[in-house]
């Protein structure tokens, strides 16, 4: 019996550290497990060299739907939806920080503070479809970005969120290489850029590259309109060496409405967990339409029941769990 009791405390003391590290790691935050992201050939990777690929929520576009853009639901997202990323959209024309810098710069402050208090990666995305037009003031949000924020692993840039039918070679990639080196002035943080046709043109881009570390691209695409063939593209540039993140998806129609396509929202998750991409789903929003996760009146502060979700917002929720 006395052997027995030696033999156990002797366990229990050699588990104990092992035990302890692991309660340790569950207590760590995203950004405390990961540090600052690189680009590494077609893989971002973490402080460590390893590949990483985060999987999160995007806001609501901010001039339209901001009840959200506060502490308490980005907790409420890192801790039961298990976001590890958050994508703060600041909207830029129709009554977006054109015409009230002041008001929607906040907003992006409120929630940049937040994800780095909640040890959450957080994307700063300037959110134009005309970003060309647009050049003087995109350098000087992203300049008092970059200042202020770019010494924190959590942020990452996202200079132009869809740029139209137009060219990567004359338009798109020339605005980039005007933006990107005022954000390398204070930071070498991780910069995703847009790509033409509503950032899909990925492997054009991959083609003809942006010089310089730390660069990605984004791909965009809603399951329900966008298949096979972007996935396709998307395997192009991944195998020109292009690192992608897509940082904007939804599970239905590319207009935000029409039916929720299941079986195809499960082969791009599953494209995208056999590639390292992480991703952001659109939206955490209350509009009364397919890609919003919360509907009409969900609360401001998270606490969402069953209930409160959207059938996207359930499917995206629970992805979430069981992948972060």
Same mark, same amino acid.
């Given at each position: 019996?006395?052997?027995s009791i030696?033999? !156990?405390l002797?366990?229990?003391?050699? !588990?104990l550290?092992?035990?302890?590290l692991?309660?340790?790691q569950?207590?760590k ?9 690189a680009?590494q050939?077609n ?5 460590h ?7 999160g929520?995007?806001?609501f ?21 298990h976001?590890?990323i958050?994508?703060?959209p600041?909207?830029?024309?129709n009554g977006?920080?054109?015409?009230h810098?002041e008001?929607e710069v ?5 929630v ?16 134009d479809?005309?970003s060309?037009?647009h050049?003087?003031q995109s ?6 970005m970059a200042k202020t924020y ?7 840039f996202?200079?132009w969120?869809?740029?139209l039918k ?5 338009v798109?990639k020339p605005y980039h290489?005007a ?5 390398r002035?204070y930071?070498n ?10 950032s899909?043109d990925?492997?054009?881009a ?7 570390p730390?660069?990605?691209?984004t791909l965009h ?5 966008h ?12 195998s ?20 929720l396509d299941a079986?195809?929202t499960?082969?791009w ?14 939206s955490?929003?209350d509009?009364e339409?397919?890609a ?12 969402w029941?069953?209930?409160? !979700?959207?059938?996207s917002?359930? !499917? ?9």
């Amino acid at each position: 019996m006395g052997k027995s009791i030696v033999c !156990l405390l002797f366990a229990a003391l050699v !588990l104990l550290p092992v035990v302890g590290l692991a309660d340790d790691q569950m207590r760590k935050s995203a950004v405390e497990l990961h540090g600052a992201l690189a680009v590494q050939g077609n893989r971002i990777v973490d402080a460590h060299g390893n590949a990483v690929a985060l999987r999160g929520m995007g806001l609501f576009i901010s001039q339209w739907i901001s009840k959200y853009y506060n502490e308490d639901a980005l907790r409420w997202l890192r801790d039961d939806w298990h976001c590890t990323i958050i994508r703060v959209p600041m909207g830029v024309e129709n009554g977006g920080y054109l015409d009230h810098p002041e008001a929607e710069v906040q907003k992006v402050k409120t929630v940049v503070q937040a994800a780095i208090d909640l040890g959450m990666y957080v994307i700063i995305d300037w959110h134009d479809d005309h970003s060309n037009l647009h050049v003087d003031q995109s350098k000087a949000f992203f300049e008092s970005m970059a200042k202020t924020y770019g010494k924190y692993p959590n942020v990452i840039f996202e200079p132009w969120n869809e740029p139209l039918k137009v060219k990567w070679g004359s338009v798109v990639k020339p605005y980039h290489e005007a933006v990107i080196p005022v954000i390398r002035a204070y930071s070498n943080n991780l910069i995703i850029c847009g790509t033409p046709t509503w950032s899909q043109d990925v492997d054009i881009a991959a083609k003809d590259p942006l010089v310089g570390p730390n660069i990605a691209y984004t791909l965009h695409f809603y399951a329900a309109t966008h298949k096979a063939s972007l996935r396709r593209k998307a395997q192009v540039a991944l195998s020109r060496g292009a690192a992608i993140f897509v940082t904007e998806w939804g599970t239905c129609e590319s207009n935000g409405t029409g039916k929720l396509d299941a079986p195809e929202t499960r082969k791009w998750l599953d494209f995208m967990d056999q590639n390292k991409i992480g991703w952001c789903n659109f939206s955490v929003g209350d509009k009364e339409e397919t890609a919003a996760v919360l509907i009409p009146g969900a609360a401001a502060d998270g606490g969402w029941t069953d209930a409160m !979700l959207t059938e996207s917002g359930r !499917l995206v929720r629970n992805e979430l769990r069981m992948g972060n």
